[in-house]
T-cell receptor, first 115, second 113 residues
Framework: DVKVTQSSRYLVKRTGEKVFLECVQDMDHENMFWYRQDPGLGLRLIYFSYDVKMKEKGDIPEGYSVSREKKERFSLILESASTNQTSMYLC??????????????FGDGTRLSIL | GESVGLHLPTLSVQEGDNSIINCAYSNSASDYFIWYKQESGKGPQFIIDIRSNMDKRQGQRVTVLLNKTVKHLSLQIAATQPGDSAVYFCAENTYSGNTPLVFGKGTRLSVIA
């Protein structure tokens, strides 16, 4: 079974803080994704990565950055957290090189609250 | 169906009955489709997928039907159980492309015991 681990289930931070969300996979998968999920808006793609040190912007990258120094770990960074970044954050991976023809497998999410 | 507002459409089904959850997609070039189940407090879980060269695919207690003519996808759950209560949403993509999946907003399935 594919295992995607997000380091925190719940996180509370203050406005202006720099926030790190971590995602780790236990297999040698190339493609990793960060989404946020909000009521009524569904899943929105923030950033994705198809290899170490490679990254691509998704639909809503503003206010976020990512880091992928090792294949198994993909970090989402909120440079200066704001209240509108309160959300559920989901990490996903796909197995193999091409992601257009296979499902993404998700972690259980990090519910982030910015006060 | 797809949600256009803050509240997800809800389907209430009696335990033991069959459930049908619908999804309309917009991109006529989409040729790969996935259904996910998301329980409260958990991440989305892959259920079943289908490629556009098929119009039906069956899994364990689930069947996905694809109608490309009207761009419609449905998920049928046989003998619905309380553990099936969750939000279900579809995703679409082009099979050969390396573009991210496009997700629907979901339908909440509520199973009445």
């Amino acid at each position: 079974d594919v295992k995607v681990t997000q380091s925190s289930r719940y996180l509370v931070k203050r406005t202006g803080e720099k926030v790190f969300l971590e995602c780790v996979q236990d297999m040698d998968h190339e493609n990793m994704f960060w989404y946020r999920q909000d009521p009524g808006l569904g899943l929105r793609l923030i950033y994705f990565s198809y290899d170490v040190k490679m990254k691509e912007k998704g639909d809503i990258p503003e206010g976020y950055s990512v880091s992928r120094e090792k294949k198994e770990r993909f970090s989402l960074i909120l440079e200066s957290a704001s209240t509108n970044q309160t959300s559920m954050y989901l990490c996903a991976i796909t197995q193999g090189g091409s992601w257009g023809n296979q499902p993404q497998h998700f972690g259980d999410g990090t519910r982030l609250s910015i006060l | 169906g797809e949600s256009v507002g803050l509240h997800l459409p809800t389907l209430s089904v009696q335990e033991g009955d069959n459930s049908i959850i619908n999804c309309a997609y917009s991109n006529s070039a989409s040729d790969y489709f996935i259904w996910y189940k998301q329980e409260s407090g958990k991440g989305p879980q892959f259920i079943i997928d289908i490629r556009s060269n098929m119009d039906k695919r069956q899994g364990q207690r689930v069947t996905v039907l694809l109608n490309k003519t009207v761009k419609h996808l449905s998920l049928q759950i046989a003998a619905t159980q309380p553990g099936d209560s969750a939000v279900y949403f579809c995703a679409e993509n082009t099979y050969s492309g390396n573009t991210p999946l496009v997700f629907g907003k979901g339908t909440r399935l509520s199973v009445i015991a």
